[in-house]
């Protein structure tokens, strides 16, 4: 089973401090989600734990090897990263092309395109994430929320033990942001490790095995998310007052009002 430890992670960017001894462990099966105000390091850390970012201090540790000893193209077979947004959109690649490009670091010797079994591979996950129609529309044509399925299919296309995930459902109406935790759910069911950043309490709520707070740069609390999401854990960590609401055996928290000025 994948087992992916974060042990004493430190982080500065020059002159700033951004994360502080982080340590928790992700095993395959589990959906993780890291919660934290804006610029509490969600993004810096996902992108340490993909390897884009080394850490000053500490280590993550994928099955016991350093995922920073690790060659780029064995460590991207294994860990995938899916950015919240795409610089570029391709120049007139089309949506399945762009989602079959993710099977790139799986080919051996020169890459003249993907392979057509990638291609049907890629039309299958679009299909699943309900932009199937979409496939050989060119990138640059998508709405933010079709991208951002696309850019979720291109990181399920890799089959890797690990995906990471920024903010996923920034983009989706209320449909596809179920649609995409019922689909990240899945990846996870099937043995992968799943980490997701988001902002979405509602969600986090529903679907997470786990969550992992941070606040000012060190992970506050971490666990269930019913036993770690309590009015007094949103109020110190966003300064927000929080209804509970429960049904159906979840607890969700309801912003009510800002509860104090950080
Ligand atoms: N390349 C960089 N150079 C310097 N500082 C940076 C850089 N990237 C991020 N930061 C700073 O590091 C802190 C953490 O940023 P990060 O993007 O990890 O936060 P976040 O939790 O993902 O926030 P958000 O919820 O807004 O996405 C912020 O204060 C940000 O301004
Ligand atoms: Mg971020």
């Not at 540790?61 to 995922?67: A, K, R, S, V």
């Not at 690790?70 to 919240?84: F, G, H, L, N």
């Not at 309900?130 to 979720?152: C, D, F």
């Not at 399920?156 to 033990?161: G, T």
Request: no cysteine.
């Amino acid at each position: 089973m994948t087992v992916l430890n974060v042990v004493n992670v430190t982080f500065s960017y020059p002159g700033r401090r951004v994360l502080e001894d982080i340590e928790f462990t992700i095993k395959g099966g589990e959906l993780a989600v890291v919660l934290g105000p804006n610029g509490s390091g969600k993004t810096t850390l996902l992108k340490i734990i993909a390897g884009l970012l080394r850490p000053d201090n500490g280590t993550v540790l994928l099955d016991g090897i350093t995922i920073h000893d690790m060659s780029i193209v064995e460590r991207a077979r294994k860990i995938v990263y899916v950015p919240s947004e795409l610089p570029l959109r391709g120049l007139g690649q089309s949506v399945a092309e762009f989602v079959a490009s993710s099977r790139y670091v799986h080919y051996r010797g020169l890459v003249i395109g993907p392979r057509r079994e990638d291609l049907e591979y890629a039309r299958k996950l679009l299909d699943m994430l309900e932009v199937g129609h979409l496939a050989n529309k060119p990138l640059y044509t998508t709405s933010s929320g079709e991208l951002q399925r696309a850019l979720i299919a291109h990181g399920l296309a890799r089959n890797a033990d690990v995906m990471i995930i920024d903010e996923p459902t920034s983009h989706q109406d209320m449909y596809g942001k179920l649609l995409i935790y019922h689909v990240l759910k899945k990846a996870a069911s099937d043995g992968k490790a799943v980490i997701v950043a988001t902002h979405d309490m509602i969600l986090a709520s529903l679907y997470a095995d786990r969550v992992i707070v941070l606040f000012n740069g060190s992970k506050v609390v971490e666990g269930d998310p019913r036993s770690v999401l309590t009015k007094d854990v949103l109020a110190k960590v966003y300064g927000v007052e929080v209804a509970l609401a429960s049904f159906n055996g979840y607890t969700v928290p309801v912003p009510l009002k800002p509860a104090r000025k950080r």
